[in-house]
């Protein structure tokens, strides 16, 4: 069976209890959430969610999409088109880099345009954002140093151009329209 990759970008009331509903709605219909961001936006009262889901088809996606709207709690989804979004993650982590190494994972953050963020006598701590495919490129070239630790978010995405989730909000059930 095929796997569609999908991200949906779903503005939520900003209330206890909504991030559980959410993901028990994937869970009872067996969906797994390879990704999971939320954070507050430019209104206090509500929420941004970006989902990444692996799912079977468009037709699952659909009906996810639906069983979402049901919340009372969702005020929009949004599925992010491939190509016309800009999506990133962000990663913490803890490479050994001793005497004998240090300069050579340096030169791998600087690569791939991380920082360091703090170091140690036989530690440094990097952080990274960038694509998924270039997160993971850079653990994949550290890895031989060795990882000590490792945080890595959610993804997080926008649409390209002036579109935003929050337009046509004459049709959104909103707290305070």
Do not use: W
Not at 9 to 29: C, E, H, M, T
Not at 49 to 70: F, G, R, S, Y
Not at 81 to 104: C, P, Q, S, W, Y
């Amino acid at each position: 069976m095929s796997t569609c990759i999908t991200t949906l970008s779903v503005l939520v009331q900003n209330k206890p209890g909504v991030l559980a509903r959410i993901a028990s709605l994937f869970a009872r219909r067996g969906y797994n959430i390879e990704s999971l961001s939320v954070g507050p936006t430019e209104r206090e009262d509500t929420s941004r969610m970006t989902i990444v889901a692996l799912t079977p088809d468009e037709a699952t996606v659909e009906q996810i999409t639906k069983q979402l709207n049901k919340l009372i709690e969702v005020i929009k989804i949004t599925e992010m088109e491939k190509g016309k979004t800009v999506r990133r993650e962000l990663i913490l982590v803890k490479i050994h880099a001793d005497a004998t190494t240090r300069t050579d994972v340096l030169a791998l953050v600087e690569a791939f345009r991380g920082k360091v963020v703090d170091v140690a006598s036989d530690t440094i701590i990097v952080e990274l954002t960038g694509k998924y495919g270039k997160v993971h490129a850079f653990l994949d070239m550290v890895a031989p140093y060795g990882i000590k630790e490792l945080v890595q978010s959610g993804s997080v995405a926008l649409a390209r151009g002036s579109r935003a989730i929050t337009d046509r909000s004459k049709h959104d059930r909103h707290p305070h329209d």
